[in-house]
T-cell receptor
Framework: GAVVSQHPSWVICKSGTSVKIECRSL??????MFWYRQFPKQSLMLMAT?????????EQGVEKDKFLINHASLTLSTLTVTSAHPEDSSFYIC?????????????FGQGTRLTVV | AQKITQTQPGMFVQEKEAVTLDCTYD???????LFWYKQPSSGEMIFLIY??????QNATEGRYSLNFQKARKSANLVISASQLGDSAMYFC????????????FGAGTTVTVRA
């Protein structure tokens, strides 16, 4: 199946700094990528939809200035957590959809565990 | 309103036995897809099985089968011959055509397989 690579798999950063997470589709082009956040033992919550060449669409309650998303190419989307605070500590995971994919599953990255100290 | 409901927070199953994970959904979109994912402790999301709203037959993939009851809006996952490696969190998800193909996830069910 298609491969989505997410980097880094884990990161620890100091409070107040920014962290960038990359999501790459390795063997297919993805016009749309999705970013999710997951707290321990909870479900995945969609944060935003990343569209190649245009602005991301954020879900209600997600601060777009806090979580900057850039989708500069058909194979790369980045999520930057700006001025991170301990409450931003979470598991972040991206997924990508194949172009013209209709009934195919979304392909997920491995996830990034962010810890803000 | 909850789009996807998984009512079983946790389940125990004996090795080699079958287990059914419940999932009900809510949509008015005639075109939608239902997914089951497995998430082990490592965090990766592993796709298990897919059922389209227009599919006539229940989906099967190896030891996984989906009991799709459209009128009841139910899409239960059946894992047969459970193995210790099946211990994980399982999520039911739905993708609606009218929602830009976003996935809505249920709360998840933790399955623990006992030897």
């Amino acid at each position: 199946g298609a491969v989505v690579s997410q980097h880094p798999s884990w990161v620890i950063c100091k409070s107040g700094t920014s962290v960038k997470i990359e999501c790459r589709s390795l063997d297919f082009q993805a016009t749309t990528m999705f970013w999710y956040r997951q707290f321990p033992k909870q479900s995945l919550m969609l944060m935003a939809t990343s569209n190649e060449g245009s602005k991301a669409t954020y879900e209600q309650g997600v601060e777009k200035d806090k979580f900057l998303i850039n989708h500069a190419s058909l194979t790369l989307s980045t999520l930057t957590v700006t001025s991170a605070h301990p409450e931003d500590s979470s598991f972040y995971i991206c997924s990508a959809r194949l172009i013209n994919g209709v009934n195919t599953e979304a392909f997920f990255g491995q996830g990034t565990r962010l810890t803000v100290v | 309103a909850q789009k996807i409901t998984q009512t079983q927070p946790g389940m125990f199953v004996q090795e080699k036995e079958a287990v059914t994970l419940d999932c009900t959904y809510d949509t008015s979109d005639p075109s939608y897809g239902l997914f089951w994912y497995k998430q082990p402790s490592s965090g990766e999301m592993i796709f298990l099985i897919y059922q389209g709203s227009y599919d006539q037959q229940n989906a099967t993939e190896g030891r996984y089968s989906l009991n799709f009851q459209k009128a009841r809006k139910s899409a239960n996952l059946v894992i047969s011959a459970s193995q210790l490696g099946d211990s994980a969190m399982y999520f039911c998800a739905m993708r609606e055509r009218g929602k830009d193909y976003k996935l809505s996830f249920g709360a998840g069910t933790t399955v623990t397989v006992r030897a």
